[in-house]
């Protein structure tokens, strides 16, 4: 079945880059995600790239897939402490459900 | 608009009792999903609605999950009886039918089962 790989945990400094990564089996996915959850919320949209996209760049956020690979990353630039927080990746193929991985928790320190 | 509503935000319970964990999805999405995130695991699928039918309930664990989604509107999780291992997070997700059919989030329901 799908399987949905991250690393547990990312530690970085105020002001630098933060990538976090992500790798799929899944070779028919056509979206992937990435989510946020923040401590006591719910999971947050940040971004999405279609299968057929190698880079998408939103604000602080950029995307990167390597379909031939089946990797996912996303790299945040000049990672503030309000960007501390579990960020998942997903990937959804010809079912709708979405498949997550468990989570990368984001520790940025001052 | 008002996003996905869950309630309620924490359950606490015995085994062998029942919960029932409602989700109110934005307003206009015919699908309605159900996952669960269990001991800090990935956040698995349980089941998907569109409108008031299930489309797919691959993910549901077992025959102590009930979903429903009378009248194509919000919806209903009933565990019973619950056991130990049923604690976690349960999120509901909506979204449209059409376009990129991007999920949008509850805050989750923490479900601990003593």
């Known amino acids: ?36 959850q923040e401590p006591g919320a719910g999971l947050q949209l940040l971004t999405y790239i279609f299968s057929n996209m190698d880079m998408k760049q939103d604000q602080r956020l950029t995307v990167l897939l390597n379909k031939k690979d089946k990797h996912l990353s996303l790299r945040i630039a000049d990672t503030q402490t309000g960007d501390s927080a579990i960020y998942f990746c997903a990937e959804k193929a010809g079912r709708r459900a979405l498949t997550f991985g468990s989570g990368t928790r984001l520790q940025v320190q001052p | 608009e008002a996003g996905v509503t869950q309630f309620p935000s924490h359950s606490v319970i015995e085994k062998g009792q029942t919960v029932t964990l409602r989700c109110d999805p934005i307003s206009g999405h015919d699908n309605l999903y159900w996952y669960r995130r269990v001991m800090g695991k990935e956040i698995k699928f349980l089941l998907h609605f569109v409108k008031e039918s299930k489309q797919d309930e691959s993910g549901m664990p077992n025959n102590r999950f009930l979903a429903e989604r009378t009248g194509g509107t919000y ?31 509850g805050p989750g329901t923490r479900l601990t089962v003593l």
């Open chain 1, 1 to 36: 079945g799908e399987d949905v790989e991250q690393s547990l945990f990312l530690s970085v400094r105020e002001g630098d880059s933060s990538v976090i990564n992500c790798t799929y089996t899944d070779s028919s996915s056509t979206y992937l995600y990435w989510y946020k």
């Open chain 2, 75 to 105: 919806s209903t999780l009933k565990v019973q009886p619950a056991e130990l291992e049923d604690s976690g997070v349960y999120f509901c997700a909506s979204s449209q039918v059409v376009g990129t059919d991007t999920q949008y989030f």
